[in-house]
């Protein structure tokens, strides 16, 4: 029985703007600007979560992620990326698949400073996450509901990570798959959602070996390293 799963695209636009600067470093520091299209009544709790999964999952290779309602709050950050959580958002241009989780524009062989998010997408996934034999889709909708900022969390994370290491190519395991499964979005530890070595190490000739949470939070201690993975030419 084939698994469901959505897939995390990296999007060259059909047309191309100007040419950006080449960038050899990785960003060490990103401010978020989040824009949101669709009914969810989330609370600040639920926006943590979100927001919090991101920032943990970078937080190990010295990758800051920085939120906040405050207009200062991510003062003095220059790296900025905008984020659109968007109910039902239409699939970019030449997408092979219409429902998608999540996208990144890039502009050339450099990614844009745009990522699309769909809550519907996300919805979906979980909901066919399985508890034994039975889909959370089965349960009642708040059980689903619960597991989605968590999911949001974790394709936001994927995108940044086409992002960080500014590369539209796809791992065979770990944060940079091509597709989350439902159980992986759904119920698998942070500490799944790893870099492969040789991206783990570029971006670490950058920044430091540990990052902060999202809104500013204390520093973490060193995540374990990851197991050997290999990231698909």
Known sequence: MR????????????????????????PCAIAIELQVRAPLRWGV???????????????????TLCW????????????????????DPPPPPRAAQ???LGWIWFRGSDPGGDIVLSVNGARDLVSRARLGDRSLGALPASVVESQLPAAVGRALAHEIGHFV????????????????????????????FRLAPA???????TCAPVGKWAGGAARRPPAPAPEPARVTP
């Open 3 to 26: 698994t469901p799963a959505l897939p995390l695209l990296a999007v060259i636009p059909l047309m191309l703007p100007g040419d950006l600067p080449p960038v050899s470093r990785a």
């Open 45 to 63: 709790f639920e926006w943590h979560l979100v927001m919090g999964e991101a920032a943990r999952i970078w937080a190990p290779y010295g990758v």
């Open 68 to 87: 906040g309602d405050a207009e200062d709050a991510c003062r003095g950050l220059e790296v900025k990326l905008r984020v659109l959580l968007a109910e």
């Open 98 to 100: 219409g429902a998608l």
């Open 165 to 192: 290491l500014r590369d539209r190519t796809h791992a065979r395991r770990g944060l940079m798959v091509s597709r989350f499964t439902p159980n992986q979005v759904a119920f698998a530890p942070a500490g799944t």
């Open 199 to 205: 991206a783990t190490e570029w971006v670490r000739q």
